[in-house]
T-cell receptor, first 116, second 111 residues
Framework: NAGVTQTPKFQVLKTGQSMTLQCAQDMNHNSMYWYRQDPGMGLRLIYYSASEGTTDKGEVPNGYNVSRLNKREFSLRLESAAPSQTSVYFC???????????????FGDGTRLSIL | GESVGLHLPTLSVQEGDNSIINCAYSNSASDYFIWYKQESGKGPQFIIDIRSNMDKRQGQRVTVLLNKTVKHLSLQIAATQPGDSAVYFCAETSTTNRLAFGKGNQVVVIP
């Protein structure tokens, strides 16, 4: 059971370049999330998708776009990378339990992105 | 948004002793709380959760305590092992499952 898979694991970009971070989950979860993690800042939510076909902004959405391609996949795109976007990016997913309540989010191992 | 924070940045504990990690939260509407463990180079790993209708929940070697009166959450690790060395995050949410994370607390286990 792979859980949440992120690609690539590492990436170096030049300022102004664009790229897409990929995320896929095999747990049949409805909800998916993108976070960034910076030293001393904890994890901050960029965007999330409560279900296939919907996306919503999180705490720090500026400079990013997302696509919920299908139930399994949720991608994060940087259209014009800036040094301030150097960070570790984590994708997560969560389902709904039998009682209808949300279940814990499960995380991938991250993409380490450096922008020069 | 409202924040979740941790009292201690680093906790050093002797192997075999019990560890206690504390967390304060400020959103009185929060009704679901989660502890995550993050090892170097990996994503956060779910440890244990608790809902607001409970004040204590136990797992394997871990116990979470919730005090809603003072908005305080703690994680107790029994018989701490070297593999418990990691950063521990508390997180809280209300109805949307949009988690708010604390900044993290480093636990260092001394052999």
């Amino acid at each position: 059971n792979a859980g949440v898979t992120q690609t690539p694991k590492f990436q170096v970009l030049k300022t102004g370049q664009s790229m897409t971070l990929q995320c896929a989950q095999d747990m049949n979860h409805n909800s998916m999330y993108w976070y960034r993690q910076d030293p001393g800042m904890g994890l901050r939510l960029i965007y999330y998708s409560a279900s296939e076909g919907t996306t919503d902004k999180g705490e720090v959405p500026n400079g990013y776009n997302v696509s919920r391609l299908n139930k399994r996949e949720f991608s994060l795109r940087l259209e014009s990378a800036a040094p301030s976007q150097t960070s570790v990016y984590f994708c997560a997913s969560s389902g709904t339990g039998e009682t209808g309540k949300d279940q814990p989010q499960h995380f991938g191992d991250g993409t380490r992105l450096s922008i020069l | 948004g409202e924040s979740v924070g941790l009292h201690l940045p680093t906790l050093s504990v002797q192997e075999g002793d019990n560890s206690i990690i504390n967390c304060a939260y400020s959103n009185s509407a929060s009704d679901y709380f989660i502890w995550y463990k993050q090892e170097s180079g990996k994503g956060p790993q779910f440890i244990i959760d608790i809902r607001s209708n409970m004040d204590k929940r136990q797992g394997q070697r871990v116990t979470v305590l919730l005090n809603k009166t003072v908005k305080h959450l703690s994680l107790q690790i029994a018989a701490t092992q070297p593999g418990d060395s990691a950063v521990y995050f508390c997180a809280e949410t209300s109805t949307t499952n949009r988690l708010a994370f604390g900044k993290g607390n480093q636990v260092v286990v001394i052999p």
